[in-house]
Each structure stands twice: as structure tokens, then as C-alpha cells.
């Protein structure tokens, strides 16, 4: 946000017609808006920090409690449901102080005020989890950088509330603190857990298809016909460290003797792109001699690939994916590219 604030005044202090005070103010009081999963989201810059920020905190409520992209990221029936099972949350938590209320009279400390009072420090205590946990959901994206990491983040973190819950008897007038601590803690834990293996039905579908579809190392005489594709693929490919081609359903990756694991990696991003092109914008193979011209599939994932495969590379390593230690097993088959002529 704030490299997007410097740029726009960098912009302007770089056109002349631009430089005058007038100008300036009524450029930046134009609205700005952020696309956000294929919505517009209204920010203004916030002068003071540097930074842009939501126009009220409404969106940002919005935001917070409704899943990103919403409404046309879930089901028409997504709000409703979310309604009912806040209903069933708050039936939950009222039969739950009831329950502990009933544990308290059973073991002895009678009707009044004094376990009334605890059942009450109770839900003060599981409510500041509840929480905390939805706004730290907030950040569930950061969790998916080095999942291992933060998973045995979580545990420690977990273990750790459960001891700060074992300590309550010996300071028990900080139930309440600690407990809110440990219960925070606890859900901290639970939503980097779930964070760590949540995928959305679609995503899991499609990279099953492609982990079966998939054949990195192929044989270069196992996926052509003529000396044609192979003049075709050569000729379309000899920038790259691969070739990557369609057959019998199959997304066939041929390594060149000098593939690097990065050129691997740019591979699955083209098959990647090649599945979503089959997927949604129905464009079948029709052979790798096609394909590979102007307007054939491949030549249009590749030319995808090379214009955007350094930025998505860069936006990873920005956040912590590390991008060059490919964890994959290839076939051991390479080709040594020579003269096609």
C-alpha cells in the first residue's frame, strides 16, 4: 500500500501538468479502489501512516466476518446458513453456562450468587477465545508460509495453554486473564491447524487431476508422431529448460539435460495454466503441431508462463515460499537438444 502511495506521488511530481496544488488535491481526493477475489473495495490513503485503508468500518467488518470474495465466492445459501449457525452458537454457549452452572451446584457449592458468578467468569473466559479467533482468521493466509513451522508452532502453543489452564488454581483471582489467555491461545492454535490442510473442494479436485494427468520426465519419442512436432515443440520450447506437450490425456513434461529445478517449477505453472485453459475456457489439444502455432494452446500457456511466472515467483519468496528447492521426483529421462535443422 505504501509502494502504491509513493508511486502515484512520484507520478505526479514527475508530470508537469500534474505538479500544481490543485492538481495534486484533486487527484488525491479522487476515490481509490482495491480489486480483492474479483470485487472493488473502496480505500482511502491514510496520510498520517502511509498507508490506504477501508472507507468504513463497515467493510472492514464485512471483511473480517464474511469469506473473502463475498457473495460471489459461496453458495446463495452461504448467509442464511451462517445465520442459522450463529443461532445454534449462541443456544450452544447459553446450554453451556447452564451445564456448568449444574456442574457446580453437584459438587457442593449450592444456589447463590458464588457459582453463578464462576459459570459467568467461564463463558468471560471462552468468549475472549471465540474471539480472538476471529480476528486472527483474519490471517489464516500468512499460516499457509512454511506450513511445518507453524504447525509446530500451533502445538507448542496449544501445550503451552494448557499449562497457563493448570496454573489457575494457584491465582484464582486471574481466572479470568489467564484463562482468556489460554483460551486464546488454544484457538490460535486450532485455526493454524485447520489452516494447514483447509482446501476448498474445487482446488482439491483439480490437483488430483493434474497429479494423475502429470508426467514429469517423459520420453520425447513417447509423445511425438512426425518430424514436424518435433520441429514444432523445438522451436516453441528452445528458451526454456522443458517441453511440455499433451498426450493421451496426459500433461507430458520432456527435460532438457540442463533442467533446473526452477525450470521444473515454471513447468507445473504452465501445466497449471494448461488445465485451467481446458477447464474454463474450453480449448481442447487438438496435437502438439497445432498447438504449438499462434493461438494453440501451448503457445498461449507458454507465452502466459513467461510473462507471469517471475511475478508469481516474486510475490512467493516475498512472503516466505521458498521457490527454489522443488520438492519433486522425476523420471531420470533428459534430452540433449541438438541441431534441428
Same mark, same amino acid.
Given at each position: 500500500?505504501?509502494?502504491?502511495?509513493?508511486?502515484?506521488?512520484?507520478?505526479?511530481?514527475? +508530470?508537469?501538468?500534474?505538479?500544481?496544488?490543485?492538481?495534486?488535491?484533486?487527484?488525491? !481526493?479522487?476515490?481509490?479502489?482495491?480489486?480483492?477475489?474479483?470485487?472493488?473495495?473502496?480505500?482511502?490513503?491514510?496520510?498520517?501512516?502511509?498507508?490506504?485503508?477501508?472507507? +468504513? /468500518?463497515?467493510?472492514?467488518?464485512?471483511?473480517?466476518?464474511?469469506?473473502?470474495? @463475498?457473495?460471489?465466492?459461496? !453458495?446463495?445459501?452461504?448467509?442464511?446458513?451462517?445465520?442459522?449457525?450463529?443461532?445454534?452458537?449462541?443456544?450452544?454457549?447459553?446450554?453451556? #453456562?447452564?451445564?456448568?452452572?449444574?456442574?457446580?451446584?453437584?459438587?457442593?457449592?449450592?444456589?447463590?450468587?458464588?457459582? !453463578?458468578?464462576?459459570?459467568?467468569?467461564?463463558?468471560?473466559?471462552?468468549?475472549?477465545?471465540?474471539?480472538?479467533?476471529?480476528?486472527?482468521? &483474519?490471517?489464516?493466509?500468512?499460516?499457509?508460509?512454511?506450513?511445518?513451522?507453524?504447525?509446530?508452532?500451533?502445538?507448542?502453543?496449544?501445550?503451552?495453554?494448557?499449562?497457563?489452564?493448570?496454573?489457575?488454581?494457584?491465582?484464582?483471582?486471574?481466572?479470568? /486473564?489467564?484463562?482468556?489467555?489460554?483460551?486464546?491461545?488454544?484457538?490460535?492454535?486450532?485455526?493454524?491447524?485447520?489452516?494447514?490442510?483447509?482446501?476448498?473442494?474445487?482446488?482439491?479436485?483439480?490437483?488430483?487431476?493434474?497429479?494423475?494427468?502429470?508426467?514429469?520426465?517423459?520420453?520425447?519419442?513417447?509423445?511425438?508422431?512426425?518430424?514436424?512436432?518435433?520441429?514444432?515443440? @523445438?522451436?516453441?520450447?528452445?528458451?526454456?529448460?522443458?517441453?511440455?506437450?499433451?498426450?493421451?490425456?496426459? @500433461?507430458?513434461?520432456?527435460?532438457?539435460? +540442463?533442467?533446473?529445478?526452477? &525450470?521444473?517449477?515454471?513447468?507445473?505453472?504452465?501445466?497449471?495454466?494448461?488445465?485451467?485453459?481446458?477447464?474454463?475456457?474450453?480449448?481442447?489439444?487438438?496435437?502438439?503441431?497445432?498447438?504449438?502455432?499462434?493461438?494453440?494452446?501451448?503457445?498461449?500457456?507458454?507465452?502466459?508462463?513467461?510473462?507471469?511466472?517471475?511475478? #508469481?515467483?516474486?510475490?512467493?519468496?516475498?512472503?516466505?515460499?521458498?521457490?527454489?528447492?522443488?520438492?519433486?521426483?522425476?523420471?531420470?529421462?533428459?534430452?540433449?537438444?541438438?541441431?534441428?535443422?
Amino acid at each position: 500500500m505504501a509502494a502504491a502511495a509513493a508511486a502515484a506521488a512520484a507520478a505526479v511530481s514527475g +508530470n508537469p501538468s500534474l505538479s500544481s496544488p490543485s492538481n495534486q488535491n484533486e487527484i488525491l !481526493t479522487q476515490p481509490i479502489y482495491e480489486v480483492k477475489a474479483g470485487n472493488l473495495i473502496k480505500i482511502f490513503p491514510d496520510y498520517l501512516n502511509d498507508i490506504f485503508i477501508a472507507s +468504513n /468500518p463497515g467493510e472492514f467488518f464485512v471483511r473480517l466476518m464474511l469469506p473473502e470474495g @463475498f457473495p460471489n465466492s459461496v !453458495t446463495s445459501d452461504y448467509l442464511e446458513y451462517s445465520l442459522w449457525r450463529a443461532v445454534q452458537g449462541v443456544a450452544c454457549q447459553v446450554s453451556g #453456562v447452564l451445564a456448568t452452572q449444574a456442574l457446580l451446584y453437584a459438587v457442593g457449592l449450592g444456589k447463590g450468587a458464588i457459582p !453463578t458468578a464462576a459459570a459467568i467468569n467461564w463463558v468471560l473466559k471462552d468468549g475472549i477465545g471465540y474471539l480472538s479467533k476471529i480476528l486472527l482468521s &483474519d490471517f489464516g493466509r500468512h499460516f499457509d508460509v512454511n506450513p511445518k513451522g507453524w504447525r509446530l508452532f500451533a502445538d507448542l502453543l496449544e501445550n503451552a495453554a494448557f499449562g497457563l489452564e493448570m496454573c489457575t488454581p494457584a491465582f484464582p483471582h486471574l481466572f479470568v /486473564p489467564i484463562g482468556a489467555f489460554a483460551g486464546a491461545s488454544r484457538s490460535a492454535a486450532s485455526l493454524i491447524q485447520a489452516q494447514s490442510i483447509v482446501l476448498s473442494s474445487e482446488a482439491k479436485d483439480a490437483a488430483v487431476e493434474i497429479e494423475s494427468r502429470l508426467q514429469l520426465g517423459s520420453k520425447l519419442s513417447e509423445i511425438i508422431n512426425n518430424k514436424e512436432e518435433v520441429l514444432a515443440l @523445438f522451436s516453441l520450447y528452445k528458451n526454456e529448460g522443458y517441453i511440455l506437450s499433451e498426450h493421451t490425456g496426459k @500433461f507430458c513434461v520432456v527435460l532438457k539435460e +540442463n533442467c533446473s529445478q526452477l &525450470d521444473m517449477l515454471k513447468a507445473l505453472f504452465q501445466v497449471n495454466y494448461l488445465y485451467w485453459l481446458e477447464k474454463n475456457a474450453g480449448i481442447e489439444g487438438r496435437g502438439s503441431l497445432y498447438d504449438c502455432n499462434p493461438g494453440g494452446r501451448l503457445q498461449i500457456s507458454l507465452e502466459y508462463a513467461e510473462r507471469e511466472f517471475n511475478h #508469481v515467483r516474486n510475490d512467493g519468496e516475498s512472503v516466505g515460499w521458498i521457490t527454489d528447492g522443488l520438492i519433486a521426483r522425476p523420471l531420470p529421462n533428459r534430452i540433449r537438444p541438438g541441431n534441428t535443422e
